[in-house]
């Protein structure tokens, strides 16, 4: 019995001294990175076996008051705050309240038709999947922007092509996601999100800047070029206080921005991953069907991969077919991909970098993506 249980330590210890190592490596491997390029911080997670087996954070929080950037940092995550949009409304397609065949201008209330086209239904499935044919040239702040009613300009909000032909990626198509949620569910947007998303996994996060513990907030740097420098952006966590306070449900949603307004941490984004990795499912049962995740993870436009607010993708790890989506603004960078198959994720923020785009992606977030898969996951 006893010469079992010394082999049972040794194995133990074995297998605890290879991940020390992997872990060792995985570490250096991203302080590389740091020192080879321009960064302020980078915080990381990585999943294997849809289990969380690595977080680290490198770098500092903010600049000016030399603080390090720590695990528990929350951060404006950019567009990867489209699928938490998009899980909401399969959500809603489940319980009935609606069809990703909904014509958008019976949802919102006011008539959105590519002037080209003025027959061609534009559908819910289609400003998810960006082949709605409308365009960010008026901006995306707020839905006036293509309502014929308050904008004179609101013709050139659509591409030449008609509405399903084409793909082009587009911010308003995700603000204007977020108010049918509020519009069908009749909760807030940011509370909808939290009460039917965050809550159920266990996330601390959300999109209310005034409803998160700001000292937690990882400060954004913007890269300028000319300059040589990095300059903090306090406009990526503008609370917005005074238009929230004079909330318009069903019209007001673009001020939580469901196209990029999320805060979450590395950790916590890790979480949510995994959920969508493992089709909808999390301890507690589950968030969406396992249909409804694989409708988000099919791409509609093959030449770009895009699903419904996941991107399918063999460009970020060579060889590997990859399901997620990237966030920039502010100067942030972030990456959040899976591979459902075989049960691996990786999630990069950074809170500033250099800006240099490679293959599709900017380079220090490919770059660590990279070299957490061949220290972690092939190890």
């Known amino acids: 019995m006893k010469k079992y249980t010394l082999l049972a330590m040794a194995l133990f210890l074995i297998c605890s001294f290879k991940s020390f190592g992997q872990f060792e490596k995985a570490t250096a491997g991203i302080q590389a990175i740091m020192q080879e390029s321009k960064v302020v911080g980078l915080s990381v997670a990585v999943v294997k076996n849809n289990k969380i087996v690595y977080t680290h954070s490198f770098g500092q929080k903010d600049v000016e008051k030399n603080t390090p950037l720590t695990d528990d940092c929350l951060f404006r995550i950019a567009s990867i705050s489209k699928s938490f949009s998009a899980t909401s409304i399969m959500q809603l397609v489940e319980a009935n309240k609606i069809s990703l065949d909904d014509d958008i201008s019976k949802l919102l209330g006011f008539k959105i038709r590519n002037p080209k086209y003025p027959e061609t239904v534009i559908t819910l499935r289609m400003i998810m999947s960006h082949l709605s044919s409308i365009n960010d040239s008026q901006g995306y702040f707020t839905l006036d922007a293509i309502n014929a009613e308050k904008n004179p300009d609101w013709a050139k909000c659509f591409n030449d092509y008609e509405p399903g032909k084409g793909y082009m990626y587009c911010n308003l198509n995700y603000n204007m996601t977020g108010t049918i949620i509020e519009k069908v569910s009749g909760e807030r947007f940011d509370q909808y999100v939290k009460h039917h998303v965050l809550d159920p996994l266990g996330l601390y996060g959300g999109y209310c800047v005034d409803s998160l513990d700001k000292s937690r ?163």
Do not use: W
């Not at 917005?240 to 019209?251: A, F, T």
């Not at 991909?337 to 490919?366: A, L, Q, W």
């Open 217 to 379: 907030f990882a400060t954004i740097y913007e890269f300028n070029t000319d300059s040589i420098r990095f300059y903090p952006t306090p406009a990526a966590y503008a609370p917005r206080s005074v238009e929230i306070k004079n909330y318009e449900m069903g019209k007001s949603t673009p001020i939580f921005s469901p196209t990029g307004g999320m805060k979450i941490s590395a950790t916590d984004l890790a979480k949510y991953m995994i959920m969508h990795s493992r089709q909808g499912k999390y301890s507690g049962g589950r968030i969406i069907s396992k249909q409804s995740a694989k409708e988000m993870q099919t791409a509609l436009s093959s030449e770009e991969g895009y699903g419904l607010a996941i991107e399918t993708t063999d460009h970020m790890i060579p060889g590997k077919i990859m399901k997620g989506h990237t966030g920039s603004a502010y100067g942030l960078f972030s990456a959040m991909f899976f591979h459902p198959k075989e049960k691996f994720g990786i999630v990069v923020i950074s809170n500033g970098c250099d800006p240099e785009y490679s293959n599709g992606y900017n380079t220090v977030i490919r770059k660590a993506v990279n070299s957490l898969y061949e220290n972690i996951i092939l190890e």
